[in-house]
C-alpha cells in the first residue's frame, strides 16, 4: 500500500461512519495531511450538515499549513450550490496546491465539474486512488443516480433443508412464528434496518408475520416500511401501520392516507416492480432492503432487479414447509454468528 492508498484508506474508514445518516448525500470521508502526518480529517455526518471537508478544515489551529498541505477525499467535491456551498470553492478559498480523489461523483450536477474547477485554479490533483472501493462505498448513491432506481438487498433466513418457514401457505394466527435465527443474528437485520432507506414485504409476509419493521433492536432511524398489497388485506390494526414509522403501501385500490401511512395505486396487469421502483425513485429512495416472503423476492430474483442478496442459513431443519427463493448469485464472503451462517452474495453477471 502506497501512501496515497494509506491515507485513501483512512478516508473510507471515516465515510463509512455515516452509513444510513447522510441520505441523499452520499458518504465521504476527508483528511489532511502535513508532512506524513494527520492534521485534521472529518466525514459527512447527516444530510443538511456541513461536509466532510468543512469538518476537516475546522479542526486546523494553524490555518498556513494549509498551503502545504495535501488534501484526501474519497469523493471529488462538490461543485454546485445545495443546503451548504460548493466544497470546490472552499478548498480553492484555503488555499490547498494538492488535491488526492478516490472516484468522480455521478451526480449530475456534479459529475467531474469540482475537478475541472480545481484545475482551472492551479491546483494538482490525483485521480483514481482506490476508485473501486471509493464507488463501492456509494453504490446505493451510485445506483441511485446511474440507474434511476434504488440499491436492492435481498434478505431472508433459511433452515439447514433450505426452507423459509414451516408453514406452506398460512398458519393459525393463534400459533407463534418460527425463528430460526438467533438473537444475535435478529441485532444484524435489525441494524441493516438503519443503514436503508426502506424495507419491503408481500402481503402474505405481513399476514402471516405481522412485523413491524422497525430498528427496535438497535439504536438508529426506523426505515421507510412498503408493503404491496393489491387488495388490501392488511388490517389498519397490523403493526405495519403503527406510528413508528413511515409506511407506503402499494396497491390496486384507491385508499385514503391515515396517520402515517400513504398509498400509492399502481396498475397490477402490468409488471409491478418497475412501478414500484419508479415511485421509488420520485421519492428519493436510495436503497431498499427486501425481506419477503418467499413469492416476493423470487419476483425481484426473476427480474433481475438485486444488487445483492444476504442469506441466513440456520442450524435448524425444518423437513417441509416454504421453500427458499431459486437464485443464482457470486458468494462474496460468509461469516458465522454463533451457530448460524450468513452468507453474502452478488449477481453473475
Same mark, same amino acid.
Given at each position: 500500500?502506497?501512501?496515497?492508498?494509506?491515507?485513501?484508506?483512512r $478516508?473510507?474508514?471515516?465515510? *463509512?461512519?455515516?452509513?444510513?445518516?447522510?441520505y441523499?448525500?452520499?458518504m465521504?470521508?476527508?483528511?489532511?495531511?502535513h508532512?506524513?502526518?494527520?492534521?485534521a480529517?472529518?466525514?459527512?455526518?447527516?444530510a443538511?450538515?456541513?461536509?466532510?471537508?468543512?469538518?476537516?478544515?475546522?479542526?486546523?489551529k494553524?490555518?498556513?499549513?494549509?498551503?502545504?498541505?495535501?488534501?484526501?477525499?474519497?469523493?471529488e467535491? $462538490?461543485?454546485?450550490?445545495? /443546503?451548504?456551498?460548493?466544497?470546490?470553492d472552499?478548498? @480553492?478559498?484555503?488555499?490547498? *496546491?494538492? =488535491?488526492?480523489?478516490g472516484?468522480?461523483?455521478?451526480?449530475?450536477?456534479?459529475?467531474?465539474?469540482? =475537478?475541472?474547477?480545481?484545475?482551472? /485554479?492551479?491546483?494538482?490533483?490525483?485521480?483514481?486512488?482506490?476508485?473501486?472501493e $471509493?464507488?463501492?462505498?456509494?453504490?446505493?448513491?451510485?445506483?441511485?443516480h446511474?440507474?434511476?432506481?434504488?440499491?436492492?438487498?435481498?434478505?431472508?433466513?433459511?433452515? !439447514?433443508?433450505?426452507?423459509?418457514?414451516?408453514?406452506?401457505?398460512?398458519?393459525? !394466527?393463534?400459533?407463534?412464528?418460527?425463528?430460526?435465527?438467533?438473537?444475535?443474528?435478529?441485532?444484524?437485520?435489525?441494524?441493516? &434496518?438503519?443503514? #436503508?432507506?426502506?424495507?419491503?414485504?408481500?402481503?402474505?409476509?405481513?399476514?402471516?408475520?405481522?412485523p413491524?419493521?422497525?430498528?427496535?433492536?438497535?439504536?438508529?432511524?426506523?426505515?421507510? &416500511?412498503?408493503? @404491496?398489497?393489491?387488495?388490501?388485506? =392488511?388490517?389498519?390494526?397490523?403493526? @405495519?401501520?403503527?406510528? #413508528?414509522?413511515?409506511?407506503?403501501?402499494?396497491?390496486? &385500490?384507491?385508499?385514503?392516507?391515515?396517520?402515517?401511512?400513504t398509498?400509492?395505486?399502481?396498475?397490477? *396487469?402490468?409488471?409491478?416492480?418497475?412501478?414500484?421502483?419508479?415511485?421509488?425513485?420520485?421519492?428519493? @429512495?436510495?436503497?431498499l432492503?427486501?425481506?419477503?416472503? &418467499?413469492?416476493?423476492?423470487? #419476483?425481484?430474483?426473476?427480474?433481475?432487479?438485486?444488487? #445483492?442478496?444476504?442469506?441466513?442459513?440456520?442450524?435448524?431443519?425444518?423437513?417441509?414447509?416454504?421453500?427458499?427463493?431459486?437464485?443464482k448469485?457470486q458468494?462474496?464472503?460468509?461469516?458465522?454468528?454463533?451457530?448460524?451462517e450468513?452468507?453474502?452474495? *452478488?449477481?453473475?453477471?
Amino acid at each position: 500500500m502506497n501512501i496515497h492508498e494509506k491515507y485513501m484508506k483512512r $478516508c473510507l474508514d471515516l465515510a *463509512k461512519n455515516g452509513l444510513g445518516q447522510t441520505y441523499p448525500n452520499p458518504m465521504v470521508g476527508r483528511v489532511i495531511v502535513h508532512k506524513d502526518k494527520i492534521i485534521a480529517e472529518g466525514w459527512h455526518q447527516r444530510a443538511g450538515q456541513a461536509h466532510a471537508e468543512v469538518n476537516a478544515i475546522n479542526q486546523i489551529k494553524d490555518q498556513s499549513l494549509i498551503k502545504h498541505a495535501t488534501l484526501y477525499v474519497s469523493l471529488e467535491p $462538490c461543485s454546485h450550490y445545495g /443546503k451548504t456551498p460548493p466544497c470546490a470553492d472552499l478548498i @480553492i478559498d484555503k488555499g490547498f *496546491k494538492k =488535491i488526492v480523489i478516490g472516484s468522480i461523483d455521478p451526480f449530475a450536477k456534479v459529475k467531474g465539474k469540482g =475537478i475541472q474547477k480545481l484545475m482551472a /485554479k492551479g491546483c494538482e490533483v490525483v485521480l483514481g486512488v482506490l476508485e473501486d472501493e $471509493c464507488l463501492d462505498l456509494n453504490k446505493r448513491f451510485i445506483m441511485f443516480h446511474t440507474h434511476k432506481r434504488p440499491y436492492i438487498i435481498l434478505k431472508w433466513v433459511e433452515s !439447514q433443508d433450505g426452507f423459509l418457514s414451516p408453514f406452506e401457505f398460512c398458519r393459525d !394466527q393463534n400459533q407463534a412464528p418460527v425463528w430460526l435465527t438467533n438473537t444475535y443474528s435478529k441485532q444484524r437485520v435489525h441494524q441493516w &434496518r438503519s443503514q #436503508e432507506q426502506a424495507i419491503l414485504v408481500g402481503t402474505h409476509t405481513a399476514l402471516m408475520d405481522n412485523p413491524a419493521l422497525t430498528t427496535r433492536l438497535w439504536k438508529g432511524q426506523n426505515p421507510l &416500511r412498503i408493503v @404491496i398489497d393489491k387488495n388490501l388485506k =392488511i388490517p389498519k390494526t397490523s403493526k @405495519i401501520f403503527s406510528n #413508528e414509522a413511515q409506511t407506503l403501501v402499494f396497491t390496486s &385500490r384507491q385508499e385514503s392516507d391515515f396517520k402515517t401511512t400513504t398509498f400509492c395505486q399502481i396498475d397490477f *396487469k402490468q409488471p409491478i416492480l418497475p412501478q414500484l421502483l419508479n415511485e421509488l425513485h420520485k421519492r428519493n @429512495i436510495q436503497s431498499l432492503l427486501v425481506e419477503g416472503g &418467499r413469492v416476493t423476492l423470487q #419476483e425481484f430474483i426473476n427480474a433481475d432487479l438485486w444488487d #445483492e442478496a444476504r442469506v441466513f442459513k440456520s442450524p435448524k431443519q425444518l423437513k417441509l414447509g416454504t421453500k427458499s427463493p431459486i437464485f443464482k448469485g457470486q458468494l462474496i464472503k460468509s461469516e458465522r454468528i454463533v451457530e448460524d451462517e450468513l452468507k453474502f452474495f *452478488k449477481p453473475i453477471k
